[in-house]
């Protein structure tokens, strides 16, 4: 192996055939240029999916009420069916075990003002757990808390955006802004994963919110993330038991489809884990196919110089080399030749993906990448292809007797 004799044999062969170490470094090359750009674009494929369902809670249940498409127990369809603190405090009970954080909202779209500045933005009344279900993360100050929602405290927690309309000089904390009419104290600042949409919205108490719009107990929406430990089954039954059960406390029936309405992100999550392992299937595909690929090809260049150097076999035997030295000397020049064009074949794939970056987001391809245990394992891969592809020709034609392999032409 680190006989220097051979060494200077190999890169002499190497150097008096080059195309035939062109062609079989090329495929090897080619082979793994392509596995790793197909497979770092398939991998942003799933980059891109799952970042889509990742910006709220991942166990989360939403509940909203609507009106009813039925009539049911003497009450006429086309009802507006309103939920109210009792009816969330109900949902939020049924089965507490199996809740992680919950939060109410109210809701409503109001013009705020900051010194000359000016803009309609959505108040959202909630309580501490929001932070929690809806993901964010503060920027400067702080969140609700539970003084601020027991005391129906003037307070406020702005998104990112909305700061960058209204106050675009200084600290926002601890400044007063104007929310239809009544003065709030910024207490914080929070950007969320969902995007600019999301952090143009303003958390306030919902005990606040309720109190401006005349002392109302609406509440708009139900959030309940329930516990990561629930199998999606167990949270879709979860799901189910609470709308049935809400149902029958407002008087809707149980086949109306509108008058309470229930978003469970388990079932999303299910139909998620389906693509997911599609795509998976898809990469793995590309990936497996790719390499296969690549090893045919070096089969087939490995076979073609071994038949092309049996002449060059027989005269070694004739002047007294024996088979396992030839043997040796072919799959060490193919084991070299795989390796190099191998490290070529990997240097430029991880190139090309570092160049195409996020500039293809709008094909939905987030950061196409390959993690280094697949570029170690489809290289090995290729470089053990590449042993045996040469070993398996050089063993038989290393059997062919002196004189035939002279005769070959």
Request: charged share 25%; no cysteine.
């Amino acid at each position: 192996m680190f006989d220097l004799d051979r060494w200077q044999e190999i890169f002499s062969s190497i150097r008096s055939n080059v195309l035939r170490t062109v062609l079989s470094g090329f495929t090897v090359a080619l082979g793994l240029f392509i596995f790793i750009v197909l497979f770092g674009i398939g991998k942003g494929l799933q980059n891109a999916f799952t970042e889509g369902f990742a910006r709220d809670a991942q166990n989360l249940i939403q509940i909203t009420t609507g009106k009813t498409t039925i009539a049911y127990k003497g009450l006429q369809s086309d009802r507006e069916v309103t939920m109210n603190n009792d009816d969330y405090d109900f949902l939020v009970n049924a089965d507490k075990e199996k809740v992680e954080y919950t939060t109410p909202r109210y809701a409503a779209n109001l013009l705020v003002k900051y010194g000359k500045e000016s803009g309609s933005y959505q108040i959202n009344g909630g309580d501490t757990d929001e932070i929690f279900v809806e993901n964010r993360k503060m920027l400067d100050g702080r969140y609700l808390s539970p003084n601020d929602l027991n005391n129906k405290q003037h307070v406020a927690v702005i998104g990112r955006m909305v700061q960058r309309d209204l106050i675009k000089n200084g600290n926002p904390v601890g400044k007063d802004i104007d929310i239809n009419g009544t003065m709030f104290k910024v207490i914080g600042v929070f950007s969320d994963d969902g995007g600019d949409w999301d952090e143009r919205h303003i958390a306030v108490p919902i005990t606040t919110l309720q109190q401006m719009k005349k002392g109302s107990d609406t509440v708009s929406t139900a959030f309940i993330a329930y516990d990561e430990k629930l199998t999606p089954e167990q949270a879709i039954k979860y799901g189910d038991e609470l709308k049935d059960k809400l149902k029958s406390r407002k008087n809707v029936s149980p086949d109306d489809e509108n008058g309470v309405r229930v978003w469970n992100n388990a079932q999303n999550m299910n139909d998620t884990f389906a693509i997911m392992f599609a795509l998976t299937l898809i990469v793995g595909f590309i990936g497996a196919g790719t390499l296969l690929a690549g090893i045919i090809g070096i089969s087939n260049i490995m076979v073609y110089i071994v038949k092309e150097r049996t002449k060059e076999i027989g005269v070694r035997k004739a002047i007294g080399a024996k088979p396992g030295s030839i043997v040796g000397l072919i799959v060490q020049e193919s084991v070299v030749i795989t390796v190099v064009s191998g490290l070529v074949g990997v240097g430029i794939g991880v190139l090309t993906l570092n160049l195409i970056g996020d500039s293809l987001e709008e094909y939905f391809i987030k950061n196409p990448s390959v993690g280094t245990t697949e570029i170690v394992m489809a290289f090995v891969a290729l470089v053990l292809s590449g042993l045996i592809a040469g070993f398996v020709p050089a063993r038989r034609a290393s059997k062919i007797r002196p004189i035939e392999a002279l005769r070959t032409e």
